[in-house]
């Protein structure tokens, strides 16, 4: 768990594992309940989307763990013979492709979905195609792909060439860079997380080894902000926006985080 420490988040699992031993949740208070873990920990985990088993989405698991007190209430506040459970307020549910960047933004990952199906539908009306799709190019045709990054390696033997691995929704795609489009691109190549190439197709007839030649490259980060909800940042009134500005959020939370982790890189 992010935050704790390994020795505060192996005590934290090791509570969770013997509590689910005993006798399965049946929901989030109950599972507080079981497992005696402080507030924070339970706002982690369902920060997590760690409470799928219990139908409690990240929203509504969030929204139940603030809702839990962190210690038991003092005489003057518990509940009186007339109380009874608060109403249930329904939340509005998360889009997939919110779901997907919070998975990444806390578990720099997701099983939902590929970010870069979000964008398919705009990139295939620009001439993108998918890594899947590659086979059925010709021999030095020229095309368009994009996908994240994920490893960029430049080995001492090869004479300055840099070689690149993007992802998308459908496998990955190699890239070859040449040093001169190096020089060229060097800044979108050292920085970019999704990143876009224009360039010729190589397929090596006898072992089928499939490339593109890259003759330009661009940063296509900026698209990755689209799949981001505005509502995980706290609403602005402008009546307080001088007198009473919110405050930063605090450095270091998964919130904080790039939308999509950093490559791999060799050098």
């Known amino acids: 768990l992010w935050g704790?420490?390994?020795?505060?988040?192996?005590?934290w699992g090791e509570r969770i594992v013997a509590a689910r031993k005993r006798r399965p949740f049946v929901s989030l208070e109950d599972f507080a309940r079981d497992t005696k873990l402080p507030k924070r920990a339970l706002i982690l985990l369902a920060d997590a989307d760690a409470f799928r088993s219990l139908v409690l989405d990240r929203r509504a698991a969030l929204w139940e763990a603030r809702a839990l007190r962190d210690a038991p209430d003092l005489p003057?506040?518990?509940a009186?013979?007339?109380?009874?459970?608060?109403?249930?307020?329904?939340?509005?549910?998360?889009?997939?492709?919110e779901q997907v960047v919070a998975d990444y933004q806390t578990l720099r990952l997701s099983l939902k979905a590929h970010p870069m199906a979000f964008l398919r539908a705009s990139m295939a009306r620009q001439g993108f195609v998918r890594a899947a799709?590659?086979?059925?190019?010709?021999?030095?045709g020229r095309v368009r792909l994009a996908g994240l990054v994920l490893v960029r390696q430049r080995p001492g033997s090869a004479k300055g060439v840099c070689f690149i691995t993007l992802e998308d929704e459908t496998g990955v795609a190699n890239l070859v860079v040449w040093p001169k489009v190096m020089t060229a691109f060097r800044k979108v190549i050292m920085t970019a997380r999704l990143m876009q190439v224009t360039g010729r197709l190589q397929r090596d007839p006898a072992s089928g080894v499939t490339h593109i030649v890259a003759e330009a490259l661009e940063d296509r980060g900026d698209v990755l902000l689209r799949l981001s909800?505005?509502?995980?940042?706290?609403?602005l009134s402008r009546a307080d926006e001088v007198r009473h500005p919110i405050p930063a959020p605090t450095p270091g939370h998964p919130r904080n985080a790039r939308i999509i982790p950093g490559s791999r890189d060799f050098h």
């Open 4 to 11: 704790g420490g390994k020795d505060k988040a192996d005590d």
């Open 76 to 78: 003057l506040f518990a």
């Open 80 to 97: 009186g013979p007339d109380e009874g459970a608060e109403p249930l307020i329904p939340l509005p549910q998360m889009p997939l492709c």
């Open 133 to 140: 799709d590659l086979g059925g190019v010709a021999n030095n």
């Open 229 to 235: 909800d505005r509502s995980l940042a706290p609403p």
